[in-house]
Protein backbone atom coordinates (compact mmCIF):
# COMPACT_ATOMS: atom_id res chain seq x y z
CA UNK A 1 0.00 0.00 0.00
CA UNK A 2 1.61 3.25 -1.15
CA UNK A 3 1.50 6.42 0.49
CA UNK A 4 -1.68 7.80 -1.51
CA UNK A 5 -3.73 4.65 0.04
CA UNK A 6 -2.44 5.26 3.34
CA UNK A 7 -3.91 8.64 3.53
CA UNK A 8 -7.14 7.82 1.95
CA UNK A 9 -7.29 4.68 4.30
CA UNK A 10 -7.36 7.02 7.08
CA UNK A 11 -9.46 9.98 6.00
CA UNK A 12 -12.21 7.32 5.56
CA UNK A 13 -11.50 5.85 9.65
CA UNK A 14 -11.61 9.77 10.80
CA UNK A 15 -15.16 10.06 8.61
CA UNK A 16 -16.59 6.71 9.46
CA UNK A 17 -15.56 7.89 13.24
CA UNK A 18 -16.85 10.85 13.01
CA UNK A 19 -20.10 9.73 11.75
CA UNK A 20 -20.70 7.19 14.29
CA UNK A 21 -20.73 9.51 16.85
CA UNK A 22 -23.00 11.65 15.10
CA UNK A 23 -25.08 8.40 15.09
CA UNK A 24 -24.69 7.59 19.10
CA UNK A 25 -25.82 11.55 19.51
CA UNK A 26 -29.06 11.39 17.15
CA UNK A 27 -30.28 8.06 18.99
CA UNK A 28 -29.23 9.69 22.44
CA UNK A 29 -31.57 12.69 21.35
CA UNK A 30 -34.40 10.87 19.77
CA UNK A 31 -34.95 8.21 22.88
CA UNK A 32 -33.73 9.88 25.68
CA UNK A 33 -35.00 13.53 25.47
CA UNK A 34 -31.47 15.12 24.72
CA UNK A 35 -29.51 16.74 26.75
CA UNK A 36 -30.24 18.42 30.25
CA UNK A 37 -28.95 21.37 31.75
CA UNK A 38 -25.72 19.16 33.25
CA UNK A 39 -24.48 17.91 29.92
CA UNK A 40 -25.99 14.47 31.30
CA UNK A 41 -28.73 12.70 28.60
CA UNK A 42 -31.86 13.13 30.36
CA UNK A 43 -34.60 10.24 30.18
CA UNK A 44 -37.61 9.20 28.08
CA UNK A 45 -39.80 10.12 31.06
CA UNK A 46 -38.34 13.35 31.34
CA UNK A 47 -39.20 13.71 27.65
CA UNK A 48 -43.17 13.00 28.38
CA UNK A 49 -43.12 15.00 31.17
CA UNK A 50 -41.99 18.60 29.27
CA UNK A 51 -44.25 17.96 26.05
CA UNK A 52 -46.92 16.08 27.80
CA UNK A 53 -49.63 13.31 25.26
CA UNK A 54 -52.95 12.30 24.75
CA UNK A 55 -54.80 12.70 27.80
CA UNK A 56 -53.10 14.18 30.45
CA UNK A 57 -52.44 17.48 27.62
CA UNK A 58 -56.41 17.27 26.79
CA UNK A 59 -57.16 17.52 30.35
CA UNK A 60 -54.44 20.41 31.22
CA UNK A 61 -55.32 22.95 28.46
CA UNK A 62 -58.96 22.11 29.65
CA UNK A 63 -57.35 23.52 33.22
CA UNK A 64 -59.00 19.99 34.44
CA UNK A 65 -57.91 16.98 36.89
CA UNK A 66 -58.35 13.45 35.73
CA UNK A 67 -61.46 13.64 37.61
CA UNK A 68 -62.75 16.64 35.64
CA UNK A 69 -62.55 19.27 38.25
CA UNK A 70 -61.06 22.21 38.02
CA UNK A 71 -57.05 21.75 39.41
CA UNK A 72 -56.32 24.71 42.16
CA UNK A 73 -52.73 24.22 41.71
CA UNK A 74 -52.58 27.74 39.58
CA UNK A 75 -54.93 29.32 42.15
CA UNK A 76 -52.66 30.75 44.69
CA UNK A 77 -53.11 33.57 46.92
CA UNK A 78 -50.35 36.18 46.95
CA UNK A 79 -49.50 36.34 50.51
CA UNK A 80 -48.72 39.48 52.27
CA UNK A 81 -47.88 38.96 56.37
CA UNK A 82 -48.28 42.79 58.24
CA UNK A 83 -46.23 42.29 61.35
CA UNK A 84 -46.62 45.71 63.11
CA UNK A 85 -50.43 45.60 63.85
CA UNK A 86 -51.20 46.74 67.64
CA UNK A 87 -53.43 44.44 68.65
CA UNK A 88 -54.25 46.20 72.04
CA UNK A 89 -55.70 49.40 69.83
CA UNK A 90 -58.08 46.82 68.43
CA UNK A 91 -61.43 45.87 69.88
CA UNK A 92 -61.84 42.21 71.08
CA UNK A 93 -65.50 42.19 71.74
CA UNK A 94 -66.94 38.86 71.17
CA UNK A 95 -69.72 38.13 68.49
CA UNK A 96 -71.55 35.07 66.78
CA UNK A 97 -71.69 34.71 63.55
CA UNK A 98 -75.88 35.24 62.41
CA UNK A 99 -77.31 36.04 59.50
CA UNK A 100 -81.22 36.67 58.16
CA UNK A 101 -82.63 33.78 55.61
CA UNK A 102 -84.97 35.06 53.19
CA UNK A 103 -86.80 32.59 50.78
CA UNK A 104 -87.11 34.88 47.50
CA UNK A 105 -83.68 33.26 46.34
CA UNK A 106 -81.95 37.02 47.47
CA UNK A 107 -78.75 37.12 49.23
CA UNK A 108 -79.03 36.57 53.00
CA UNK A 109 -78.38 39.75 55.44
CA UNK A 110 -76.07 39.08 57.99
CA UNK A 111 -74.72 41.26 61.69
CA UNK A 112 -73.97 44.46 60.68
CA UNK A 113 -72.69 45.51 64.42
CA UNK A 114 -69.47 46.65 62.12
CA UNK A 115 -68.51 45.86 58.02
CA UNK A 116 -66.98 42.77 58.16
CA UNK A 117 -65.43 42.97 54.93
CA UNK A 118 -62.95 45.79 55.79
CA UNK A 119 -61.20 42.45 57.90
CA UNK A 120 -61.23 40.65 54.53
CA UNK A 121 -64.27 38.42 55.88
CA UNK A 122 -67.61 37.58 53.94
CA UNK A 123 -70.41 35.29 54.39
CA UNK A 124 -71.36 35.41 50.45
CA UNK A 125 -69.13 35.85 47.10
CA UNK A 126 -70.45 39.36 45.68
CA UNK A 127 -71.27 37.65 42.27
CA UNK A 128 -74.71 38.46 40.29
CA UNK A 129 -74.05 35.39 38.48
CA UNK A 130 -75.83 31.89 39.98
CA UNK A 131 -72.80 30.38 41.72
CA UNK A 132 -73.45 28.17 44.65
CA UNK A 133 -70.05 27.85 46.86
CA UNK A 134 -70.04 24.37 48.62
CA UNK A 135 -68.33 24.51 51.77
CA UNK A 136 -67.55 21.68 55.00
CA UNK A 137 -66.22 21.87 58.18
CA UNK A 138 -64.61 18.86 59.08
CA UNK A 139 -63.82 18.49 63.00
CA UNK A 140 -63.54 14.49 62.96
CA UNK A 141 -63.92 11.87 60.69
CA UNK A 142 -67.57 9.84 60.99
CA UNK A 143 -67.40 7.90 57.85
CA UNK A 144 -69.49 9.96 55.58
CA UNK A 145 -66.46 11.91 53.54
CA UNK A 146 -65.52 9.19 51.04
CA UNK A 147 -69.07 9.16 49.75
CA UNK A 148 -69.52 12.86 50.40
CA UNK A 149 -65.89 13.24 47.68
CA UNK A 150 -67.61 10.35 45.20
CA UNK A 151 -70.38 12.29 45.35
CA UNK A 152 -68.67 15.58 43.97
CA UNK A 153 -66.54 13.23 41.17
CA UNK A 154 -69.24 12.21 39.94
CA UNK A 155 -70.99 15.79 39.60
CA UNK A 156 -67.81 17.38 38.52
CA UNK A 157 -68.27 20.04 41.45
CA UNK A 158 -65.22 21.53 43.84
CA UNK A 159 -65.86 22.49 47.50
CA UNK A 160 -63.95 23.87 50.34
CA UNK A 161 -63.41 21.55 53.01
CA UNK A 162 -62.20 23.81 56.37
CA UNK A 163 -60.21 21.59 58.86
CA UNK A 164 -58.79 20.96 62.12
CA UNK A 165 -55.51 19.61 62.68
CA UNK A 166 -56.38 16.71 64.42
CA UNK A 167 -58.95 15.93 61.08
CA UNK A 168 -55.39 16.62 59.32
CA UNK A 169 -53.61 14.13 61.48
CA UNK A 170 -56.36 11.23 61.74
CA UNK A 171 -57.28 11.48 57.89
CA UNK A 172 -54.07 11.70 56.07
CA UNK A 173 -55.23 9.97 52.72
CA UNK A 174 -58.57 11.77 52.61
CA UNK A 175 -57.08 15.45 53.45
CA UNK A 176 -54.74 14.37 50.46
CA UNK A 177 -58.17 13.41 48.02
CA UNK A 178 -59.22 16.52 48.41
CA UNK A 179 -56.38 18.42 46.85
CA UNK A 180 -56.06 15.63 44.37
CA UNK A 181 -59.44 16.17 43.27
CA UNK A 182 -59.24 19.54 42.71
CA UNK A 183 -60.80 20.74 46.13
CA UNK A 184 -59.51 23.54 48.50
CA UNK A 185 -58.46 22.82 52.12
CA UNK A 186 -58.61 25.15 54.27
CA UNK A 187 -57.96 26.26 57.85
CA UNK A 188 -59.96 25.52 60.88
CA UNK A 189 -57.66 25.94 63.13
CA UNK A 190 -55.51 23.17 65.42
CA UNK A 191 -58.22 22.66 68.41
CA UNK A 192 -61.69 24.65 67.35
CA UNK A 193 -61.14 27.03 70.40
CA UNK A 194 -63.46 30.16 70.83
CA UNK A 195 -60.84 32.53 68.70
CA UNK A 196 -61.52 35.94 71.02
CA UNK A 197 -60.70 34.07 74.03
CA UNK A 198 -56.77 33.36 72.79
CA UNK A 199 -54.29 35.78 73.08
CA UNK A 200 -52.91 37.12 70.18
CA UNK A 201 -49.90 34.77 69.50
CA UNK A 202 -52.35 31.56 70.52
CA UNK A 203 -54.46 32.91 67.32
CA UNK A 204 -51.33 32.68 65.24
CA UNK A 205 -50.18 29.60 66.66
CA UNK A 206 -53.43 28.08 66.08
CA UNK A 207 -53.60 29.04 61.88
CA UNK A 208 -49.49 28.53 61.68
CA UNK A 209 -49.59 25.15 63.33
CA UNK A 210 -52.27 23.47 61.45
CA UNK A 211 -51.17 24.77 58.19
CA UNK A 212 -47.72 23.77 58.86
CA UNK A 213 -48.59 20.96 59.62
CA UNK A 214 -51.28 19.98 56.29
CA UNK A 215 -47.98 20.49 54.37
CA UNK A 216 -45.41 18.49 56.15
CA UNK A 217 -48.08 15.25 56.40
CA UNK A 218 -49.57 15.92 53.07
CA UNK A 219 -47.27 17.84 51.04
CA UNK A 220 -49.89 20.11 49.65
CA UNK A 221 -50.40 23.88 50.81
CA UNK A 222 -52.91 24.93 52.86
CA UNK A 223 -55.77 27.15 51.25
CA UNK A 224 -55.61 30.90 53.05
CA UNK A 225 -58.89 30.35 54.10
CA UNK A 226 -60.38 30.05 57.35
CA UNK A 227 -63.66 29.71 59.52
CA UNK A 228 -63.81 30.69 62.98
CA UNK A 229 -64.35 27.83 64.74
CA UNK A 230 -68.02 27.59 66.98
CA UNK A 231 -68.84 31.04 64.58
CA UNK A 232 -67.17 33.26 66.86
CA UNK A 233 -64.93 35.91 66.06
CA UNK A 234 -64.17 39.74 66.97
CA UNK A 235 -62.52 42.95 65.31
CA UNK A 236 -59.02 41.69 66.78
CA UNK A 237 -59.19 37.75 65.75
CA UNK A 238 -60.15 38.97 62.13
CA UNK A 239 -57.32 41.63 61.80
CA UNK A 240 -54.95 38.50 63.03
CA UNK A 241 -56.67 36.43 60.23
CA UNK A 242 -55.92 39.06 57.60
CA UNK A 243 -52.63 39.95 58.92
CA UNK A 244 -51.10 36.16 58.27
CA UNK A 245 -52.82 36.36 54.87
CA UNK A 246 -56.15 34.42 55.84
CA UNK A 247 -59.23 35.24 53.83
CA UNK A 248 -62.20 34.67 57.05
CA UNK A 249 -65.28 32.64 55.42
CA UNK A 250 -68.46 32.86 57.58
CA UNK A 251 -71.92 31.40 55.64
CA UNK A 252 -75.45 32.59 54.58
CA UNK A 253 -77.19 29.13 54.70
CA UNK A 254 -77.41 26.54 57.75
CA UNK A 255 -79.20 24.27 59.58
CA UNK A 256 -78.74 22.19 62.41
CA UNK A 257 -76.16 19.12 60.80
CA UNK A 258 -73.37 18.93 63.27
CA UNK A 259 -74.95 17.12 65.81
CA UNK A 260 -74.72 13.33 65.09
CA UNK A 261 -77.33 12.61 67.45
CA UNK A 262 -79.79 14.96 66.48
CA UNK A 263 -79.86 14.80 62.57
CA UNK A 264 -82.67 16.17 60.17
CA UNK A 265 -83.55 14.35 57.49
CA UNK A 266 -82.37 14.19 53.83
CA UNK A 267 -85.65 15.65 53.01
CA UNK A 268 -85.10 18.30 55.08
CA UNK A 269 -81.73 19.17 53.82
CA UNK A 270 -83.14 18.97 50.22
CA UNK A 271 -85.74 21.30 50.42
CA UNK A 272 -83.39 23.72 52.80
CA UNK A 273 -81.56 24.22 49.65
CA UNK A 274 -84.55 24.66 47.33
CA UNK A 275 -85.84 27.41 49.25
CA UNK A 276 -82.99 29.19 50.54
CA UNK A 277 -80.42 29.06 47.51
CA UNK A 278 -79.47 32.45 46.11
CA UNK A 279 -76.33 33.34 43.93
CA UNK A 280 -72.88 34.15 45.85
CA UNK A 281 -74.65 31.79 48.46
CA UNK A 282 -72.09 30.02 50.71
CA UNK A 283 -73.72 27.12 52.39
CA UNK A 284 -72.28 25.82 55.85
CA UNK A 285 -72.24 21.50 55.98
CA UNK A 286 -70.68 19.16 58.12
CA UNK A 287 -69.14 16.35 56.77
CA UNK A 288 -70.32 14.14 59.99
CA UNK A 289 -73.63 14.42 58.81
CA UNK A 290 -75.45 11.46 57.19
CA UNK A 291 -78.05 13.81 56.14
CA UNK A 292 -75.84 15.57 54.38
CA UNK A 293 -74.01 12.75 52.64
CA UNK A 294 -77.64 10.93 51.74
CA UNK A 295 -78.93 14.22 50.01
CA UNK A 296 -75.94 15.71 48.21
CA UNK A 297 -76.29 14.51 44.45
CA UNK A 298 -80.08 15.92 44.66
CA UNK A 299 -79.37 18.90 46.25
CA UNK A 300 -76.55 19.16 43.64
CA UNK A 301 -78.78 18.36 41.19
CA UNK A 302 -81.76 20.48 41.99
CA UNK A 303 -78.96 23.60 41.81
CA UNK A 304 -78.17 22.72 38.08
CA UNK A 305 -81.75 22.12 36.74
CA UNK A 306 -81.94 25.65 38.29
CA UNK A 307 -79.22 26.71 36.13
CA UNK A 308 -76.49 26.93 39.08
CA UNK A 309 -72.61 25.90 38.74
CA UNK A 310 -70.69 25.75 41.32
CA UNK A 311 -67.59 27.54 42.40
CA UNK A 312 -64.55 28.17 44.42
CA UNK A 313 -63.74 30.58 46.75
CA UNK A 314 -61.05 31.84 44.98
CA UNK A 315 -63.53 33.70 42.90
CA UNK A 316 -62.92 36.37 45.82
CA UNK A 317 -59.56 37.22 44.34
CA UNK A 318 -61.19 38.22 41.09
CA UNK A 319 -64.23 39.85 42.35
CA UNK A 320 -63.35 41.78 45.60
CA UNK A 321 -59.80 42.38 45.47
Known amino acids: MNYSQKKILVCVMVVAALLGIWG ?15 GKAGSATEKKSASD ?16 LKENTEQKQERKIVENTNYDEIDNTLYSWWFKRNDNHEKSGCQDDFDITEYRAYHTVPVSKKIIYITFDCGYENGYTADILNILKEE ?3 AAFFTTKTYIRDNIDLTKRMKEEGHLVCNHTVTHPSMPSKSVEDQKK ?3 DCENYMKETTGYEMDLFFRP ?3 EYSKRTLQVAKDLGYTTIFWS ?5 YDINNQPSSGHVVEHF ?3 YHPGAIPLMHNVSVANKDALKQVIRDLKKEGYSFGNLYDLQKNVE
Open 274 to 276: RKY
Open 206 to 208: ELL
Open 229 to 231: PKG
Open 156 to 158: KVT
Open 53 to 68: TGEEAASKDNGEGKNG
Open 253 to 257: MAYLD
Open 24 to 38: IWQYQKTHNGGWNQN
